[in-house]
């Protein structure tokens, strides 16, 4: 139908939405979400490095005493968390229970309570952070995760 505001060879109006906008539009988005859900995550892990402070300066050495230390505490805490078990020094605990109460009475009577884990390979992660959990409930003030050896040399 010809009327003085419409020719007759103009194409019909289109009514398909068009979706290329809201493509981009949605790749934007997820690139943006892609970018920032990494750093939430770090945000919420409190990692500690290996940083030598002012206050961590040596002290010098104390003078010889008479009689020498019946025995002296390692100075360092580590852990070894295998898939077998949990290594402490050389006592090996295949029960959780008792590495636990171990680890809450070592660590009630250090000064210096800062636990080193070295978790095997093998171990699934999911492990890795109960036992940092747990370390942490029984008194360590850090944990820190340390690789002791290469593993795929034994």
Same mark, same amino acid.
């Given at each position: 139908?010809?009327?003085? /505001?419409? @020719?007759?060879? *103009?194409?019909?109006?289109?009514?398909? =939405?068009? =979706?290329?906008?809201?493509?981009?539009?949605?790749?934007?988005?997820?690139?943006?979400?892609?970018?920032?859900?990494?750093?939430?995550? #770090?945000?919420?892990?409190?990692?500690?490095? $290996?940083?030598?402070?002012?206050?961590? $300066?040596?002290?010098?050495?104390?003078?010889?005493?008479?009689?020498?230390?019946?025995? =002296?505490?390692?100075?360092?805490?580590?852990?070894?968390? !295998?898939?077998?078990?949990?290594?402490?020094?050389?006592?090996?605990?295949?029960?959780?229970? #008792?590495?636990?109460?171990?680890? @809450?009475?070592?660590?009630?009577?250090?000064?210096?309570?800062?636990?080193?884990?070295?978790?095997?390979?093998?171990?699934?992660?999911?492990?890795?952070? *109960?036992?940092? #959990?747990?370390?942490?409930?029984?008194?360590?003030?850090?944990? $820190?995760?340390?690789?002791? @050896? *290469? /593993? !795929?040399?034994?």
């Amino acid at each position: 139908m010809a009327g003085p /505001w419409r @020719r007759d060879d *103009e194409a019909d109006p289109i009514s398909d =939405v068009n =979706v290329v906008p809201l493509a981009d539009v949605s790749l934007v988005l997820l690139i943006i979400l892609l970018v920032l859900s990494p750093m939430t995550v #770090e945000s919420r892990l409190h990692v500690k490095t $290996a940083a030598r402070s002012a206050d961590d $300066a040596p002290s010098p050495a104390p003078a010889l005493a008479a009689e020498p230390p019946q025995r =002296v505490k390692d100075l360092v805490l580590m852990v070894d968390l !295998g898939p077998a078990g949990v290594m402490v020094g050389d006592t090996f605990f295949a029960d959780r229970r #008792e590495f636990l109460a171990y680890m @809450r009475l070592d660590l009630s009577t250090r000064a210096d309570r800062k636990v080193f884990l070295a978790p095997h390979p093998d171990v699934p992660h999911g492990m890795v952070v *109960e036992t940092i #959990e747990q370390l942490k409930a029984c008194g360590a003030d850090a944990v $820190a995760l340390v690789q002791t @050896r *290469e /593993w !795929g040399s034994d």
